[in-house]
């Protein structure tokens, strides 16, 4: 019965990681697919410092994923109104990208969405437009920096997962 659940489990990791690429929440799909099956095989091959772990790393992956864009913008000389600018324009970006190409849309909409925001608030706000395209510039590489590390984030929860959910071995 193990082998099923682990099997399971696999095929779960893999459409979270999936969804991980398509910038959905696709790290916590994994989490949640862990803890049920640590559960189903009592805890036998994952314990709890493992979810705890896994948790952990989830946590930091969506911080620097949500932060990151803001971040940069900041660091590109943009002020408070550029960072919420790009912030506002990555989730804009996600969903009108996901609607106008369904894979590949969301991605370069978050990353355009936040440098466009963040162009776009600057510029309300007075700043010249070289100057605010450089913020925009900014804001988008941090986005593509924060979802790589995202993405980097779950290929650590995937290794865990499958490794530490392995039938057959000492508890992790």
């Known amino acids: 019965m193990d082998l099923i659940?682990?099997?399971?489990?696999?095929?779960?990791?893999?459409?979270?990681?999936?969804?991980?690429?398509?910038?959905?929440?696709?790290?916590?799909?994994?989490?949640?697919?862990?803890?049920?099956?640590?559960?189903?095989?009592?805890w036998r091959f994952l314990g709890l410092r493992a979810i705890l772990i896994l948790i952990g790393i989830g946590l930091v992956g969506e911080i620097v994923d949500l932060a990151a864009g803001s971040a940069a913008a900041k660091r590109a000389g943009g002020t408070r109104r550029g960072a919420i600018g790009a912030f506002i324009g990555a989730i804009l970006g996600g969903v009108v990208g996901a609607g106008i190409i369904p894979i590949v849309g969301a991605i370069v909409g978050v990353i355009f969405g936040a440098g466009a925001g963040a162009l776009l608030f600057e510029l309300s706000g007075g700043k010249p437009l070289l100057e605010a395209a450089n913020v925009g510039l900014g804001a988008a590489r941090g986005k593509f920096v924060g979802m790589l590390i995202k993405i980097a984030m779950a290929c650590v929860i995937f290794l865990i997962a499958v490794f530490g959910g392995f039938p057959n071995h000492r508890r992790w």
């Open 5 to 42: 659940w682990y099997t399971a489990l696999f095929a779960l990791l893999a459409l979270g990681f999936l969804l991980t690429l398509l910038t959905l929440p696709g790290n916590w799909v994994m989490i949640l697919a862990t803890c049920i099956y640590a559960r189903l095989t009592d």
